[in-house]
């Protein structure tokens, strides 16, 4: 089983270019979460989707965007690089309304901006 | 909102001896998951140990246990005979009950506690 998978695994910009990060999972997953971790800061939620061509806004949203197209895959896009956007992305999934509530993780992406 | 605080930025322990990692948190729900996450040099997230707040008794995971104190609101986890291969991150995180509406936008971490194993 894949589980979580996110690409790409590392990347580095400019300030100012645009990327686009993807998560895909392949258990049916209702609920899809991208989060970011700097230093000290443990992992803070960036948007968030409970179903196909739905998403919503998190903790820390500013500076990007996200879509969910299909209910397997979950994007993040950053339009115009920041510096302050350097950062370990994580993507993770769960089930929706059950009573299975954990949240699987991808390996994460490693973003640097220079 | 909800609010996790682990309170040791870092914590040091001898291999085979015990060691106890702290959290709290701060809520108004009555229903709730709490859980502990491992996140070894890798990077990957692991899943240590989860408690639902409506069971009394302390989840336990081989030598993984929590101390769960609900009228306190803290959840601390403890570690028996460390081994080198604990060492690493780790995050309390709290989970809204999906049953009774919320839980939606996922898991509120704390700021984490890097462990430190002696050998």
């Known amino acids: 089983n894949a589980g979580v998978t996110q690409t790409p695994k590392f990347r580095v910009l400019k300030t100012g270019q645009s990327m686009t990060l993807l998560c895909a999972q392949d258990?049916?997953?209702?609920?899809m979460y991208w989060y970011r971790q700097d230093p000290g800061m443990g992992l803070r939620l960036i948007h968030y989707?409970?179903?196909?061509?739905?998403?919503a806004k998190g903790e820390v949203p500013d500076g990007y965007n996200v879509s969910r197209l299909k209910k397997q895959n979950f994007l993040l896009g950053l339009e115009s690089a920041a510096p302050s956007q350097t950062s370990v992305y994580f993507c993770?999934?769960?089930?929706?309304?059950?009573?299975?509530?954990?949240?699987?993780f991808g390996s994460g992406t490693q973003l640097s901006v220079l | 909102a909800q609010t996790v605080t682990q309170s040791q930025p870092e914590m040091s322990v001898q291999e085979a001896e015990t060691v106890t990692l702290s959290c709290t948190y701060d809520?108004?729900?009555?229903?709730?998951?709490l859980f502990w996450y491992k996140q070894p040099p890798s990077r990957q997230m692991i899943l240590v140990i989860r408690?639902?707040?409506?069971?009394?008794q302390n989840a336990t995971e081989n030598r993984f246990s929590v101390n769960f104190q609900k009228a306190a609101k803290s959840f601390s986890l403890k570690i028996s005979d460390s081994q080198l291969g604990d060492a690493a991150m780790y995050f309390c995180?709290?989970?809204?009950?999906?049953?009774?509406?919320?839980?939606?936008?996922?898991?509120?971490f704390g700021k984490g506690t890097h462990l430190i194993i002696q050998p």
């Open positions: 993770a999934s769960s089930y929706g309304l059950a009573t299975n509530e954990k949240l699987f």
């Open positions: 408690q639902e707040a409506y069971k009394q």
């Open positions: 258990m049916n997953h209702e609920y």
């Open positions: 995180a709290y989970r809204s009950d999906l049953i009774s509406g919320g839980g939606a936008d996922g898991l509120t």
């Open positions: 809520t108004s729900e009555s229903d709730y998951y």
């Open positions: 989707s409970v179903g196909e061509g739905t998403t």
